[in-house]
């Protein structure tokens, strides 16, 4: 193969204007057909949608293009954004590039720029002509693609790889700093000459949509414009671009898993299952003592309830443990359909589609609504499930402001283009146990033409005069798709989605965490069944609830600690990792159960106290859990 023959063949999509994908290879003459067919297949089936306009042009290079050897490569296991910024600084200033700091908060001016931005590396003076365009880096590929037939798939790494090394090989380049900005990809690198491809693996929060390149020149300003004549026009191969796969023997494989799970350790952050040695209640057996328990999520202490456990036990004898097979196949049996009935009665909805949990239901729900193409808008606070629907839709994912219904107005508005469009949110939110402006969120999906979803975990047998969720508290409709849990205030297990039949029947067809699971057993159903059944006749465990949230809150405000909440869950905010365990190991010591919720549930210094309140907590107990909640973290 000659390198006289080379080609170079590039790929643009875009749509309505907007850039959807690119990409580029330096292939010799005879490949150059294929390779060009495979490019336009990867425009068209992008994830980020199909594209209205895609350009494949093919050029022949001129003389023997240049070959370099690929930078090496190091990883770096960071575990947040603060650690991975930090190592990152303290690269650039060991080959000295002083300014670190100041270089990486540029991230967010560099978002939305299609190439990258050219600092000075001293003054940090921006070089690039064009500031909305910023500098490409292009006509470079991976040597191997000159030969081989080209793979379809595309690897982001090489890609990367390859392109640090063009841009180390630049005149005047000192560095570089690479920050995805997909808000899902923390991952990122710094790359220079000396010190190799640093990849760093979290160098942001998960959901930081700021990022982008960030090129370090260092030189006189005449030498700009050879820099980018180089990075723009010259043609490069690199070689032996390393693979991902890290070396790997029986023990290197385990020793990442342990490191991983020490500097969890290190941070407050390893978690352990407790077991509780007696039924869930308001109180229950830990290490042989008994604790207030505030950490549940049976606010109606249904979970023991003698009629509850009763329908399980007698539903286990009549319909046997287990249901032997998926809903479709031979897992449905009666218990399931009248459970499925009594659901869509409560929330006065026209069917309802019954799920092992909660979590599945999310998830099969989202990934059946929307794929490929489409767009989902999520509130940031949403519950993992929720975001995990969303990931694995393959929908576009963009994410709203907690709460911020202008925000989700400006989100929708933007994929309008789109074939649906699913807004998703929380009805109460998990770990701040505020509520959604359902009236709201309900105008602005009509107005956008997109589904409305959502996630009534914690609102069903809470939120509402008689617990029936949002619609009842605001008195408005309701979204197109609720989901919810049986789980919780239900005090039993499995998930449920409630909306119109034709919702359904299509989610019922096309919901894959529904079809390809076995159906939970008939106790589960029965005992869920029975609990809402006892919900209805007893609305007064709701008011209770809602009297004990009150009468908590107030206790706590008089001891001074800031609180309040809608729901049942009352958070108790203490910010530091470590101090949030302290105070919740301080408490279990005084005898109750209230866990600090630390990262990944929350933000990183957001860690708090989750308190839950029961319908069958005490006064006395209320008021007790109060005081040392107050006296345990000041
Ligand atoms: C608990 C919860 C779920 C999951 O429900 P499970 O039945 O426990 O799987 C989903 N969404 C939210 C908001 C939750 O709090």
Not at 511 to 532: D, N, Q, V, Y
Request: contains cysteine; aromatic residues 4%.
């Amino acid at each position: 193969m000659s390198d006289a023959a080379a080609y170079s063949v590039k790929m643009r999509a875009s749509r309505a204007g907007a850039h959807v994908s690119g990409a580029e290879r330096i292939v010799t003459a005879s490949s150059v057909p294929k390779v060009a067919a495979l490019l336009a297949e990867r425009a068209l089936s992008h994830s980020k949608g199909v594209p209205d306009f895609v350009n494949v042009k093919v050029e022949a290079l001129q003389g023997p293009v240049r070959r370099v050897k690929a930078l090496p490569v190091e990883t770096h296991v960071t575990h947040s954004a603060a650690e991975g910024r930090a190592l990152a600084a303290k690269l650039l200033a060991s080959v000295g590039i002083g300014r670190a700091d100041e270089i990486l908060a540029l991230f967010p001016e560099s978002h939305g720029m299609r190439g990258a931005m050219l600092l000075d590396a001293d003054t940090l003076e921006r070089l690039e002509p064009d500031r909305e365009r910023g500098v490409r880096a292009t006509y470079m590929d991976d040597v191997e693609s000159l030969g081989k037939s080209p793979v379809c798939g595309k690897n982001h790494y090489a890609e990367a790889i390859v392109l640090a090394t063009k841009v180390q090989n630049a005149p005047g380049i000192v560095g570089e700093v690479c920050v995805s900005d997909d808000p899902d990809y923390v991952t990122g690198y710094v790359a220079t000459r000396e010190l190799g491809y640093r990849r760093i693996t979290v160098v942001k929060d998960r959901g930081d949509p700021n990022g982008g390149r960030i090129f370090l020149y260092r030189g006189p300003r005449e030498g700009v414009a050879e820099t980018l004549r180089f990075l723009e026009r010259t043609p490069l191969l690199v070689t032996d671009v390393p693979s991902l796969a890290a070396p790997s023997g029986p023990t290197r494989r385990f020793e990442g898993l342990e490191r991983d799970l020490d500097a969890r350790r290190e941070e407050g952050l390893f978690r352990q299952c407790r077991t509780l040695e007696s039924k869930t209640g308001p109180a229950a057996l830990v290490g042989g003592r008994e604790l207030v328990v505030m950490a549940s999520n049976d606010y109606l202490d249904l979970a023991r309830d003698e009629r509850v456990v009763e329908a399980a036990a007698s539903a286990a004898r009549e319909w046997g443990a287990g249901s032997g097979g998926a809903r479709l196949t031979t897992g449905t049996q009666p218990p399931h359909v009248a459970l499925e009935r009594a659901i869509a009665e409560f929330k006065r909805a026209e069917s309802a589609l019954a799920y092992a949990t909660g979590y599945m239901a999310n998830v099969g729900a989202i990934s059946a609504l929307v794929g490929r193409g489409d767009a989902v808008v999520s509130d940031e606070l949403n519950h993992a499930s929720i975001i995990d629907g969303c990931r694995l839709s393959g929908a576009d994912v963009l994410v709203y402001r907690h709460g911020d219904l202008d925000d989700l107005a400006r989100k929708l508005a933007l994929c309008r283009s789109r074939r649906r469009r699913l807004a998703v949110s929380d009805g109460v939110f998990s770990m701040d146990g505020d509520l959604l402006d359902l009236p709201r969120f309900l105008e602005v999906c009509e107005r956008h033409d997109a589904f409305s979803m959502v996630d009534e975990a914690h609102a069903i047998g809470v939120i509402g005069e008689t617990g029936r969720g949002l619609s009842e508290l605001f008195g408005c409709g309701s979204p197109d798709v609720t989901v919810g849990t049986l789980s919780k205030a239900l005090g039993s297990e499995g998930g449920f989605v409630c909306g119109s039949r034709l919702l359904v029947d299509y989610l019922r067809n096309m919901s894959r965490s529904f079809i390809f699971s076995t159906a939970p057993g008939a106790p589960s159903a029965a005992a869920a069944l029975a609990a809402l059944k006892a919900l209805e006749a007893e609305p007064w465990r709701v008011a209770r609830l809602r009297e004990n949230v009150a009468f908590l809150v107030s206790v706590l405000r008089r001891h001074g600690v800031e609180a309040k909440s809608e729901s049942a869950i009352v958070p108790v905010v203490v910010g530091d990792e470590k101090r949030a365990l302290a105070a919740s190991a301080a408490l279990e010591a005084r005898g109750f159960l209230i866990p600090a919720i630390r990262y990944p549930t929350v933000a990183r210094g957001s860690a708090r106290l989750r308190v839950a309140v029961m319908s069958a907590h005490s006064e006395s107990q209320l008021r007790a859990a109060a005081e040392a909640i107050a006296s345990c973290i000041s």
